[in-house]
């Protein structure tokens, strides 16, 4: 079955520590992106890619970094400059066609915890 | 002013009642307008869609666009316990990026 992957479901992580979030998708959907939403928040985007090799910053791009070398995956590194990183990430994929009109497919998203 | 706002909730409805939720935006360029529905600790599901003005249906669900007046909204008809959940709202901002912004969702609950 076609879908987004995101791993792990959670994450626990240590101050001062870099921490990466896998996403991968086998729908062939072009454009990816990554949110993050906090407790009876609404979501809020990181960063996006349209396309490989190439990627935007969202509202909130500091302390995070991604990367796209393959179509299929879009991982988050969760770095130690991002101070206040406990949430709730989801990845989120669309694809090109019908452009405006397309929704995401959201993963089941990762929780990340700082210990 | 954000640029998508839903009230935040929660709401409450019994068991079979209509259950009406509401969103503004504030980018009149926005073309596209979803609604999706989130239940506790999982990731946002897409139940409606809606480009045009009007209403959409779609089983119990009814979206309805206003772009003059900047608002989207969606009825639940017979409203039933497992409707129980967050309701997101999102915009397409227009444009080749595709991004959607999110409001920060409705609690919706169905009482038996």
């Known amino acids: 079955d076609g879908g987004i992957t995101q791993s792990p479901k959670y994450l626990f992580r240590k101050e001062g520590q870099n921490v990466t979030l896998s996403c991968e998708q086998n729908l062939n959907h072009d454009a990816m992106y990554w949110y993050r939403q906090d407790p009876g928040q609404g979501l809020r985007l990181i960063y996006y890619?349209?396309?490989?090799?190439?990627?935007q910053k969202g509202d909130i791009a500091e302390g995070y970094s991604v990367s796209r070398e393959k179509k299929e995956s879009f991982p988050l590194t969760v770095t130690s400059a991002q101070k206040n990183p406990t949430a709730f990430y989801l990845c989120a994929s669309t694809p090109r066609e019908q452009g405006h009109r397309n929704g995401y497919t959201f993963g089941s998203g990762t929780r990340l915890t700082v210990v | 002013q954000k640029e998508v706002e839903q009230n935040s909730g929660p709401l409450s409805v019994p068991e079979g009642a209509i259950a009406s939720l509401n969103c503004t935006y504030s980018d009149r360029g926005s073309q596209s307008f979803f609604w999706y529905r989130q239940y506790s600790g999982k990731s946002p599901e897409l139940i409606m869609f809606i480009y045009s003005n009007g209403d959409k249906e779609d089983g119990r669900f009814t979206a309805q666009l206003n772009k003059a007046s900047q608002y989207v909204s969606l009825l639940i008809r017979d409203s039933q316990p497992s409707d129980s959940a967050t309701y997101l709202c999102?915009?397409?901002?227009?444009?080749?990026?595709?991004?959607?912004?999110f409001g920060s969702g409705t609690q919706l609950t169905v009482l038996p």
């Open positions: 999102a915009v397409n901002r227009g444009g080749s990026a595709r991004q959607l912004t």
């Open positions: 890619s349209q396309i490989v090799n190439d990627f």
